[in-house]
T-cell receptor, first 114, second 113 residues
Framework: AQSVTQPDIHITVSEGASLELRCNYSYGATPYLFWYVQSPGQGLQLLLKYFSGDTLVQGIKGFEAEFKRSQSSFNLRKPSVHWSDAAEYFCAVGAAGNTGKLIFGQGTTLQVKP | SAVISQKPSRDICQRGTSLTIQCQVDSQVTMMFWYRQQPGQSLTLIATANQGSEATYESGFVIDKFPISRPNLTFSTLTVSNMSPEDSSIYLC??????????FGPGTRLTVL
């Protein structure tokens, strides 16, 4: 079955500390992987995506993610968290081509301590 | 990228009524979709809005409950029919670009009393 697991429902980090949000997926075909961020009352903003090639991808707002096929993981990282990064983060997996069906994880809520 | 707008941004509706949500994209896109995000939950695909033909619905979603229109390559509507409190959710329009990037609108927050 196709699925995305974000093991951490809630994470709290101090401002300036590093961050890693975990994402594991189960997908039959070659996956397209996405990370989105949703601030309270807002829609989803695309942080970064992985389709192929270099397994370390850079995104907006200083985020990066690493695709590890052997571990079926696509973890999101940021070296130094800012208070404005507090939000909910969703990992999603989909396929190439004429489909917009993304399977989302349950999300990780990030709280940033001053 | 694609800039997506939705109307209304939020609404409070009475049980048994219907609400139509509009989605407008700033460029022509082939693929448009409607997702639902129930309170405290993740996102679930409702249907693919096909231009010039009937929408393609995911398991658990039916046309009578969620009729969709797609008159052109930049616009779509989703109607939530005969609403009940269980329909209280955020409804999001999404598009996939020719580069396979997928973007989401700001969402419509629906509360059914």
């Amino acid at each position: 079955a196709q699925s995305v697991t974000q093991p951490d429902i809630h994470i709290t980090v101090s401002e300036g500390a590093s961050l890693e949000l975990r994402c594991n997926y189960s997908y039959g075909a070659t996956p397209y992987l996405f990370w989105y961020v949703q601030s309270p009352g807002q829609g989803l903003q695309l942080l970064l995506k992985y389709f192929s090639g270099d397994t370390l991808v850079q995104g907006i707002k200083g985020f990066e993610a690493e695709f590890k096929r052997s571990q079926s993981s696509f973890n999101l990282r940021k070296p130094s968290v800012h208070w404005s990064d507090a939000a909910e983060y969703f990992c999603a997996v989909g396929a190439a081509g004429n489909t917009g069906k993304l399977i989302f994880g349950q999300g990780t809520t990030l709280q940033v301590k001053p | 990228s694609a800039v997506i707008s939705q109307k209304p941004s939020r609404d409070i509706c009475q049980r048994g009524t219907s609400l139509t949500i509009q989605c407008q994209v700033d460029s022509q896109v082939t693929m448009m979709f409607w997702y639902r995000q129930q309170p405290g939950q993740s996102l679930t695909l409702i249907a693919t809005a096909n231009q010039g033909s009937e929408a393609t619905y995911e398991s658990g979603f039916v046309i009578d409950k969620f009729p969709i229109s797609r008159p052109n390559l930049t616009f779509s509507t989703l109607t939530v029919s005969n609403m009940s409190p269980e329909d209280s959710s955020i409804y999001l329009c999404s598009v996939r670009t020719s580069l396979d990037e997928q973007f989401f609108g700001p969402g419509t927050r629906l509360t059914v009393l």
